[in-house]
C-alpha cells in the first residue's frame, strides 16, 4: 500500500485540514503557522506520518489500539462483514455478529454480568448506564434514585449526560447546566493524598472509600443511583486503587442499594493484562462500561455489561407498564405490560464493529496478550522508573501498561507548577517536543502536570526502552527551560 505523499500532496493536505477540519479539544489557532500532524499509516508499535517519520505510539492512538497497527486479518474479517452484511439495528433485530460477540464478553466479564447492551462509543456506555441506573431503579418503585458518584477529575466522557459524570471542572463549566445528580468523590492520588493519611495507602484508600458512604448520607441514600469508577483513574495520571480500595467501595454500595459501575473504556481488554480491570483488583461490578481496545480500533465500538439481575424487571411481564404510549417498535416484539429499556443508538453494535471485535480479541487469544502484559509489566515498570533521577519526575505511577509520570518543580517539597509555567511547560515545550523525538504519548495537565503512557499490548523491552530513552531526552531539555 502506497502511502507516501510527495510535496504538494502534503501543502495540499495542509491548506484543506485547516481550511475545513475541526480538531477535537484542541486549539486550533496554535496551528495557524504550524503544521497539522497528519498521521496516515500504521505497522504493529508504530506509526508514520505524511513525511514517512516513524513514531512509537505509545498511547495506543488514544488508549485504542491493543493489538497494534495494521492487521491485515482483522481489516478483513471487517471487510468480509461489510460484503454479507454492512449493516442492520439492534433495534427489536439481532444479527450473528452481535450475538457471538456478546456471548463472547459474557464469558469474559466477571461474576453475574451476563448481558451486553451495545453502543458506538464509551460516552454513550456511561450515559446507557446511567440510563439503565435510573429506569431500573423506577422499574423497582425506587423513583427518588438518580444521582451519580464519581472521582474528582475523572474523565467519563463528553456527551452532556456522561460530561455531568466527568469530574473535569474545566471541560463542563462551557456546557453548564448540566443534567443533575452528578456528585464528586475524592479520587485515590496516593502521591497528594490527605497529610493524615499521607504515609499509609491502606488508610487512605479507607479514608477515600468511605468519603463514597459520607457523599451517599449527605445526598440522601435514597437519592442516590450509582458510582462510576475507573479500575485506573486516567485523567490526573493513572490512579491505581489502594488496597482494600474497591472491595470497602463494594461493601458501602450494597449497604445503600447502590449500582457499583466499573467504567473500563481503557481499563478493558488487556490494559491491566485482565480482560477487565475489575477481575485484576478483584471485585464484582453490576455494570462495566467498555469501548476502545473491544474491536483494537479497527471499526469503532462501545458497550455495557450488565448482571441478569438488573435485567430482571425488564424481562419481568408483570408490573407496571413504564413505556405506555411507545409502542412505535419496529418488528412487534415488544407487547404491552412488557419493561422495555428505552434506550438506543443507530450504530450500536454495528455489524462491522462486532465481526472486528471477534478477530481482535481472537488476536489477544493467539498471541497470548494478557500474557505478555502480566510477564513485561515489571519490566516497563523498572524502565520508567529509571526516569526518577530527573528533578523534573515526582511520582511514576500505575500498572499493567498503563503509566502516568507526574512532574513536579521540586521533587521534595511536590511543588507542582503554577498554570503559566504548566502552559508553558507543556503545550509549549513538551507536547511539540516529545512529538518531534518520535513518541506519541499525552502531556496532561488537567489535574497536576502529567505524562501519560499507554502503548499496545504487542510492546516489548525495545519499546520500554524507546520510551524511556526520549523521555529521558526530552524530560531533561524541560528542566532547563522552566
Ligand atoms: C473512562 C472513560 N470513559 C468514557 C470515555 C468516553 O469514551 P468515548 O470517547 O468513546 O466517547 C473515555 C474516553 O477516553 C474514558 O477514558
Redo the contacts with the bound molecule.
Keep these: 500500500m502506497s502511502t507516501d505523499y510527495g510535496k504538494d500532496q502534503i501543502a495540499a493536505l495542509q491548506e484543506k485540514a485547516k481550511r475545513h477540519l475541526w480538531l477535537h479539544f484542541t486549539r486550533m489557532s496554535s496551528y495557524a503557522e504550524n503544521e497539522v500532524p497528519v498521521i496516515v499509516r500504521g505497522e504493529g508499535n508504530y506509526v508514520f506520518d505524511q513525511h514517512g517519520k516513524r513514531y512509537l505510539d505509545g498511547l495506543a492512538g488514544?488508549?485504542v489500539s491493543q493489538i497494534g497497527h495494521g492487521r491485515a486479518e482483522v481489516a478483513e474479517a471487517g471487510a468480509r462483514q461489510a460484503a454479507q452484511l454492512a449493516y442492520f439495528p439492534l433495534w427489536s433485530y439481532a444479527h450473528p455478529q452481535a450475538i457471538d460477540l456478546a456471548e463472547r464478553l459474557a464469558s469474559k466479564a466477571p461474576g453475574d454480568l451476563n448481558r451486553v447492551f451495545f453502543t458506538?462509543?464509551?460516552?454513550?456506555?456511561?450515559e446507557s448506564a446511567w440510563k439503565l441506573a435510573k429506569q431500573y431503579f423506577k422499574a423497582i418503585g425506587q423513583h427518588a434514585r438518580y444521582k451519580v458518584l464519581s472521582r474528582s477529575i475523572?474523565?467519563?466522557?463528553?456527551?452532556l449526560g456522561?460530561l455531568a459524570i466527568?469530574g473535569l471542572p474545566g471541560i463542563k463549566e462551557p456546557f453548564e447546566p448540566l443534567p443533575a445528580g452528578g456528585v464528586r468523590v475524592p479520587n485515590t492520588n496516593f502521591y497528594r493524598a490527605p497529610e493524615f493519611v499521607a504515609d499509609d495507602e491502606t488508610a487512605f484508600g479507607v479514608w477515600a472509600a468511605d468519603e463514597i458512604e459520607r457523599a451517599i448520607q449527605r445526598e440522601g441514600e435514597e437519592s442516590v443511583a450509582a458510582v462510576f469508577l475507573?479500575p485506573v483513574?486516567?485523567?490526573g495520571g493513572c490512579f491505581p486503587p489502594p488496597p482494600g480500595y474497591f472491595q470497602r467501595v463494594r461493601e458501602i454500595c450494597d449497604r445503600y442499594g447502590v449500582l457499583l459501575v466499573s467504567?473500563?473504556?481503557?481499563?478493558a481488554f488487556g490494559r491491566l493484562g485482565y480482560y477487565f480491570g475489575s477481575e485484576r483488583y478483584g471485585y464484582q461490578p453490576d455494570i462495566i462500561?467498555f469501548?476502545?481496545g473491544v474491536t483494537s480500533g479497527y471499526a469503532?465500538l462501545?458497550g455495557m455489561l450488565v448482571s441478569d439481575r438488573l435485567m430482571e424487571p425488564f424481562t419481568s411481564h408483570h408490573g407496571p407498564d413504564i413505556t405506555a404510549g411507545m409502542h412505535h417498535h419496529l418488528h412487534g416484539a415488544e407487547t404491552a405490560g412488557q419493561h422495555t429499556f428505552l434506550h438506543g443508538v443507530t450504530f450500536a453494535g454495528h455489524p462491522v464493529s462486532c465481526a472486528v471485535a471477534m478477530a481482535n480479541l481472537d488476536v489477544f487469544e493467539k498471541e497470548d496478550l494478557l500474557g505478555n502484559v502480566r510477564a513485561s509489566e515489571a519490566a516497563f515498570r523498572a524502565t520508567l522508573e529509571k526516569l526518577h533521577d530527573l528533578p523534573i519526575v515526582g511520582n511514576i505511577r500505575g500498572d499493567g501498561y498503563f503509566y502516568g509520570i507526574e512532574m513536579v518543580k521540586d521533587k521534595a517539597s511536590r511543588e507542582t507548577f503554577n498554570d503559566e509555567e504548566s502552559e508553558r511547560l507543556l503545550r509549549g515545550f513538551l507536547s511539540p517536543a516529545l512529538f518531534d523525538a518520535g513518541l506519541i504519548c499525552r502531556a496532561d495537565d488537567r489535574g497536576d502536570p502529567v505524562i501519560q503512557l499507554s502503548p499496545p499490548l504487542t510492546c516489548t523491552q525495545e519499546q520500554f526502552t524507546e520510551m524511556e530513552q526520549i523521555l529521558r531526552s526530552v524530560l531533561t531539555e524541560a528542566w532547563t527551560r522552566i
Design positions: 488514544l488508549f458506538s462509543s464509551g460516552s454513550e456506555a456511561v475523572a474523565y467519563h466522557g463528553t456527551s456522561a466527568t475507573e483513574q486516567n485523567s467504567d473500563e473504556v481503557i481499563c462500561t469501548a476502545k469503532p462501545g
